[in-house]
Nanobody
Framework: LQLVESGGGLVQPGGSLRLSCAGT????????IGWFRRAPGMQFEKGFS????????IYADSVKGRFTVSRDNAKNTVYLQMNNLKPEDTALYFC?????????????????????WGQGTQVTVSS
């Protein structure tokens, strides 16, 4: 299984972007999918959202109400809809997958149990 991300770019504050995380070479069924981001100057990624294998979602306070994660099992793809983007959302965004018994969305800030990573896509929010 490999994860292929797309959808990043440059957007003005208040704008929207939708990131896609497509599974290739294997099914995402049974995996919990986390979203992480690495802000400029930071060494490590930080998790901010997760969608479980059975479609439960969780969000960090910093993105709650603005970001929505969903999954389309038929397309083997997870989406991150980002609305009302702010300059502080500027980061390199990653999706990551962990098997449902190894990686838990309740621990979405941690990389423990993550086995597959996307390549990352840059999101820049600037006027």
């Amino acid at each position: 299984l490999q994860l292929v991300e797309s959808g990043g770019g440059l957007v003005q504050p208040g704008g929207s972007l939708r990131l896609s995380c497509a599974g290739t070479g294997g099914s995402l069924d049974g995996y919990n999918i986390g979203w992480f981001r690495r802000a400029p100057g930071m060494q490590f990624e930080k998790g901010f959202s997760c969608i479980s294998h059975d479609n439960n979602t969780i969000y960090a306070d910093s993105v709650k109400g603005r970001f929505t994660v969903s999954r389309d099992n038929a397309k083997n793809t997870v989406y991150l809809q980002m609305n009302n983007l702010k300059p502080e959302d500027t980061a390199l965004y990653f999706c990551a997958a962990g098997w449902r018994t190894n990686y838990y969305c309740s621990s979405y800030e941690s990389i423990g149990g993550i086995f597959h990573w996307g390549q990352g896509t840059q999101v820049t929010v600037s006027s």
